[in-house]
T-cell receptor, first 111, second 116 residues
């Protein structure tokens, strides 16, 4: 089945720095989603992307749906301590609503 | 709204026992999903329902797993008999489905299952 490769696995950054993470796949997806998960909680949807080339922002977060439909990135600008958590990408095919998650990027922000 | 409610939050059981996880979706949401999260395999979609009807159960690992949604406000995921490899965090999620079934998807807090 389709596999999503998410990188990096973890990041340690200083407060105020920008962050970038991405997901790639060997298969085409119709939808890309980015989630954040805090410890002991379920994932929370941050951004949903539905069209190739689409660039969407949500506050300090920006995500893009790659033109090839096989990749997506998430940027966080001016990181703050509450950005700490695990960020997941997810890709969905259209035909059968199959959805796959990346392994996650664990973000640590040092004050 | 209280959000998606799951119970119990933690479950510890012995191998061979039956386990039942419960979920109450957000009122008015037509889609309900069950996920499993482990360190090894990450987040996996097990099954989802639309208007109480199971649509895709291809992610259910084996016959020991079963899920039901008897009404719009309640779903169960049952494992019988349970095995240590079933230890994971199980999430329930729901969405209204108006803008694509995964948009506006809300996850519950999860049930951490440990099978000894």
């Amino acid at each position: 089945g389709q596999q999503l490769n998410q990188s990096p696995q973890s990041m340690f950054i200083q407060e105020g720095e920008d962050v970038s993470m991405n997901c790639t796949s060997s298969s085409i997806f119709n939808t890309w989603l980015w989630y954040k998960q805090d410890p002991g909680e379920g994932p929370v949807l941050l951004i949903a992307l539905y069209k190739a080339g689409e660039l969407t922002s949500n506050g300090r977060l920006t995500a893009q749906f790659g033109i090839t439909r096989k990749d997506s990135f998430l940027n966080i600008s001016a990181s703050i301590p509450s950005d700490v958590g695990i960020y997941f990408c997810a890709g969905q095919t259209g035909n059968n609503n199959d959805m796959r998650f990346g392994a996650g990027t664990r973000l640590t922000v040092k004050p | 709204d209280a959000g998606v409610i799951q119970s119990p939050r933690h479950e510890v059981t012995e191998m061979g026992q039956e386990v039942t996880l419960r979920c109450k979706p957000i009122s008015g949401h037509d889609y309900l999903f069950w996920y499993r999260q482990t360190m090894m395999r990450g987040l996996e979609l097990l099954i989802y329902f639309n208007n109480n009807v199971p649509i895709d159960d291809s992610g259910m690992p084996e016959d020991r797993f079963s899920a039901k949604m008897p009404n719009a406000s309640f779903s169960t995921l049952k494992i019988q008999p349970s095995e240590p490899r079933d230890s994971a965090v199980y999430f329930c999620a729901s969405t209204p489905g108006a803008y694509g079934i995964y948009n506006e998807q809300f996850f519950g807090p999860g049930t951490r299952l440990t099978v000894l």
